[in-house]
């Protein structure tokens, strides 16, 4: 994974580590669940088929350690 210095303080997803200013830290990206794609007023009265979902991603900091 390709690691980048921080322009500020973070503290590391998997270890709960403390990455100061300065130090290499890396971004991964993880699935917080599904998404519909469908707005409110569009959805069917059944049940949503499975291609209106998709995965709702998110970039998380990771330390160097973690992300070596």
């Not at 290499?24 to 059944?46: F, H, I, M, N």
């Amino acid at each position: 994974m390709k690691t980048k210095r921080t322009m500020r303080d973070r503290e590391c997803h998997l270890c709960d580590l403390a990455i100061s200013k300065g130090e290499q830290y890396g971004q991964k990206s993880v699935s917080l669940g599904k998404t519909c794609t469908w707005s409110a007023d569009q959805r069917p009265t059944e049940e949503i088929p499975a291609w209106a979902w998709s995965d709702y991603r998110v970039k998380v900091d990771v330390c160097a350690g973690c992300a070596a």
